[in-house]
């Protein structure tokens, strides 16, 4: 397995260390429930180094990502950061990403355990194309900071709110005298920041911030309260709740996906087929909420009306709500194909009766709206 540059400081700092993605990651400090709710009151600081920086480069490198995007790259300004997803041929994913568009490139930030298939990926479809494909996700190491008092902690660091880049934008700047990129995207549904910064220099940074941090309660945050929080604010985990089975519209990610972009692209027959409802979806993510008391895990079946019907792919207690939530994937095939006219608009799927397989007893549940405790994304 590998170790971020932050290891000896997670090890210093009491973490639980576990392994994700092909990384030693730390799961939690003291306490997951109060981490979760620290970034939801304060601020966290998280270790995301195991994430892949790929940067593309050259004078075919939009016609490049057009091709292997759903989305309109030509349309992506100058410092702006784009959700995107990598799909496969048959319009199901690779993986999903974040893309930043620089001056004279594209940052892409890659799933850590999808590194080496996007590369393959990306090198497989660039042939034909005068682009520059490099991965320096071994000289980057990469720092979260989470929550409403994010930006505090920035400008006690130094830079000004003003200077801050707005909610998902980009900034290379300094950061206690250190070369940075300064994002700010976030996957807990809070404002917050990434630093993209050299590997020689991140423990330093992550000690100042922590420093910085202090008057405004920050607490490092492990992978356990990564989850919890990300749950909440619905948004997929790859490899749970997305994966090469899936299509974007499937998993509920149609909102990321233009009906207008002109250009052919991988998978575009299926993924605008399945937006315009030209194809028909085979089945699609919900987001549920337990009425009777269980925890449904990923891997749980989930039936309606008696008739098994999906599973769940994320499932976890609700510190925010004090509830317990989670998504699940429903088939329309089979003895569940009349569930795709009941359940296939939001209007009708919400407050839909479902159950649960927990422990081989059934537990009730039903499908609620996205997201489960609303983004506070400072915009």
Request: aromatic share 10%; with cysteine; net charge neutral.
């Amino acid at each position: 397995m590998k170790k971020t540059f932050l290891y000896d400081e997670h090890i210093a700092l009491g973490a639980k260390m576990v392994e994700f993605g092909g990384w030693q990651m730390p799961v939690q400090y003291k306490s997951i429930l109060d981490e979760h709710k620290n970034v939801r009151q304060n601020v966290g600081i998280f270790d995301v180094s195991h994430m892949g920086q790929v940067f593309v480069s050259g004078d075919g490198a939009l016609d490049f990502l057009q091709k292997i995007l759903p989305q309109d790259v030509s349309k992506f300004s100058l410092n702006h950061a784009h959700y995107c997803q990598l799909p496969y041929l048959n319009g199901t994913l690779v993986d999903d990403l974040i893309i930043y568009k620089l001056e004279n490139e594209y940052l892409i930030i890659v799933n850590a355990s999808r590194r080496e298939a996007d590369l393959d990926w990306f090198r497989q479809n660039s042939k034909g194309f005068s682009v520059k494909i490099e991965d320096k996700s071994d000289e980057f190491s990469m720092i979260a900071l989470q929550g409403p008092k994010a930006h505090c902690v920035i400008e006690k660091a130094g830079i000004e709110e003003n200077n801050q880049p707005k909610f998902f934008m980009i900034n290379k700047t300094k950061l206690f005298g250190f070369e940075v990129y300064l994002c700010r995207t976030g996957y807990t549904g809070e404002d917050g920041f990434e630093i993209i910064c050299k590997n020689s220099d991140v423990v330093e940074i992550w000690r100042k911030l922590l420093e910085s941090g202090k008057e405004f309660s920050i607490t490092p945050v492990g992978l356990g309260a990564r989850d919890t929080l990300r749950l909440e604010a619905a948004l997929c985990l790859y490899g749970s709740d997305i994966n090469e089975h899936t299509t974007p519209i499937e998993a509920g990610l149609g909102w990321s996906v233009p009906k207008d972009k002109k250009e052919d692209y991988n998978g575009k027959e299926v993924i605008l087929g399945q937006k315009n409802g030209e194809v028909p979806l085979t089945k699609k993510l919900f987001a549920f909420e337990m009425t009777d008391k269980a925890i449904a895990r990923h891997g749980a079946d989930v039936y309606i009306e008696g008739k098994k019907c999906g599973c769940v792919t994320s499932g976890s207690i609700s510190p925010t709500l004090d509830k317990n939530i989670g998504l699940c994937l429903i088939s329309f095939e089979g003895d569940c194909k009349n569930l795709a006219t009941s359940l296939n608009t939001k209007e009708k799927s919400i407050g839909t009766a479902i159950q649960i397989m927990v422990r081989n007893k059934l537990y009730n549940a039903k499908i609620v709206k996205k997201p489960f405790v609303e983004k506070k994304y400072v915009k």
